[in-house]
């Protein structure tokens, strides 16, 4: 019994120079890796920024180098513990199918960043909708999701593969936009009045561009009204200001002019 305590003993001592380096390594790597890493990014960020990078290919490029240091830190930390890197490789070759699985739909994001940076469907402060689903204003774009900030100020957060396989909406890439209204009206009100007064309203607002084709029809025989389309162009900046405002505006006219916006009602007759 004596012998083998003897004999563990003296293999302790042989092993503790190598587990004392081993842990001294592990200390000083911790204090220097996130010094080392903010400062590699702050070069990067600011590289890039004299170089005048496009701002989500910033964040994109920020994100990605983030993460292969973090891989880079998990592989020498592994290291210094004592496992060779030939041995994890194994490990993980082993488990291929299962790990490649796991990442299949981390890599298809990985891909769809690529894809809309590649491709530039938006950039940063771009007003955007996927299809319906989800829309905000762009700010951010990372190696597997980008983030969007809501008119409501909420931020949603999209896997970029959503983004690059759906149909996406961009509404502040064009200058111009139009702004599409319907008034309603009821039958017994003449068309040309309700045109006349629409027009009015059309001509007096400054904001609407008036050299581009603006439309006021009758679009529409309603139920129970006369459905009128007012189309008018502005610039995108000027929106949703136009788009409150007429809607106001007209309400005021219709009433100052006695013109009966309808709403649903029955009538009721009774047969003698």
């Known amino acids: 019994m004596i012998n083998v305590l003897n004999t563990f003993k003296d293999s302790f001592v042989d092993v ?56 880079a830190y998990l592989f020498l930390v592994i290291s210094i513990i004592g496992v060779q890197a030939t041995s994890l490789v194994t490990i993980l070759g082993t488990a291929g199918i299962a790990v490649g699985l796991a990442l299949q739909g981390s890599l298809s994001n990985l891909a769809g960043g690529v894809l809309i940076l590649m491709f530039k469907q938006f950039s940063k402060g771009d007003y955007i909708s996927d299809n319906g689903k989800v829309e905000g204003t762009v700010d951010e774009i990372h190696i597997l999701y980008t983030t969007l900030n809501t008119v ?22 064009n ?15 003449p068309i040309e009045k309700v ?9 007096e607002d400054s904001r609407i561009l008036h050299d581009h084709k603006n439309m006021i ?19 995108k900046d000027d929106y949703w200001d136009v788009y409150f405002g007429c809607n106001e505006k007209v309400k005021n006219v219709f009433d100052a002019n006695n013109i009966e916006i309808p709403y649903q009602k029955i009538d009721i007759y009774s047969k003698k």
Not at 23 to 42: E, H, K, N, T
Not at 154 to 164: D, E, M, S, T, Y
């Open 175 to 189: 200058a111009e936009r139009r702004v599409d209204l319907i008034f309603s009206v009821s039958y017994d009100t």
């Open 217 to 235: 029809k009758l679009v529409k025989h309603n139920a129970s009204s006369l459905d009128f389309v007012f189309r008018a162009w502005v610039k």
């Open 152 to 173: 409501d100020n909420k931020r949603i957060i999209v896997p970029n593969g959503q983004l690059a396989n759906n149909p996406i909406i961009n509404y502040s890439i």
């Open 16 to 71: 503790l120079p190598g587990i004392a380096i081993r842990i001294i390594l592990l200390i000083v790597l911790f204090f220097i890796a996130r010094p080392l890493m903010d400062g590699i990014l702050r070069v990067t960020r600011a590289a890039m920024r004299k170089n005048k990078v496009e701002a989500l290919l910033e964040t994109f490029t920020i994100s990605l180098i983030k993460t292969l240091i973090y891989v």
């Open 195 to 203: 045109i006349k007064l629409l027009q009015g309203v059309m001509d």
